[in-house]
T-cell receptor, first 113, second 115 residues
């Protein structure tokens, strides 16, 4: 079955500290992978995406993610977290062939001062 | 360019009433998706359209839910009759067909509360 697992429901990080959010997927075809961010009361905004090429992808707001096929993972990282990064983060998997994205249940990030 | 536009942003209604949520996708996008977000189940796909034709409605929870896309610039999601367990945020998203990397563009959502 196709699925996305985000093992951490809630993470708290100190401002300025590094961040890693985990994502594991199960997908039959070559996956297209995405990270979205959702601020309270807002829609989902794309942070970054991977579908081919370099397995380390850069996104907006200083985020990056690494695709590891052997581990079926696509973890999101940021070297130094800012208070404005507090939000909910969703990992998603799909492909180009017109199918819908499958989302994980999200990780809520809190940033402490 | 305008993004995906959803209305209403907030809807409070009483059990048994009909609810209609509306979505205008980004111009030129061939796919339109309806998702529902709840604390318990996260983001669930309800239905999606390609060129105004429903492709997969297996996520529609029951016959009380229906969705239409009469033209390329408008879609509705209707719940009749509504129940308290339908309370959720409903998102509409769209994407182009050609030249797409699969990314979805989301609206800001419609928050539905059924009392």
């Amino acid at each position: 079955a196709q699925s996305v697992t985000q093992p951490d429901i809630h993470i708290t990080v100190s401002e300025g500290a590094s961040l890693e959010l985990r994502c594991n997927y199960s997908y039959g075809a070559t996956p297209y992978l995405f990270w979205y961010v959702q601020s309270p009361g807002q829609g989902l905004q794309l942070l970054l995406k991977y579908f081919s090429g370099d397995t380390l992808v850069q996104g907006i707001k200083g985020f990056e993610a690494e695709f590891k096929r052997s581990q079926s993972s696509f973890n999101l990282r940021k070297p130094s977290v800012h208070w404005s990064d507090a939000a909910e983060y969703f990992c998603a998997v799909g492909n180009q062939a017109g199918t819908a994205l499958i989302f994980g249940k999200g990780t809520t990030l809190s940033v402490s001062s | 360019d305008a993004g995906v536009i959803q209305s209403p942003r907030h809807e409070v209604t009483e059990m048994g009433q009909e609810v209609t949520l509306r979505c205008k996708p980004i111009s030129g996008h061939d796919y339109l998706f309806w998702y529902r977000q709840t604390m318990m189940r996260g983001l669930e796909l309800l239905i999606y359209f390609n060129n105004n034709v429903p492709i997969d409605d297996s996520g529609m929870p029951e016959d009380r839910f229906s969705a239409k896309m009469p033209n390329a610039s408008f879609s509705t999601l209707k719940i009749q009759p509504s129940e308290p367990r339908d309370s959720a945020v409903y998102f509409c998203a769209s994407r182009p067909d050609r030249g797409s990397s699969g990314e979805l563009f989301f609206g800001e959502g419609s928050r539905l509360t059924v009392l």
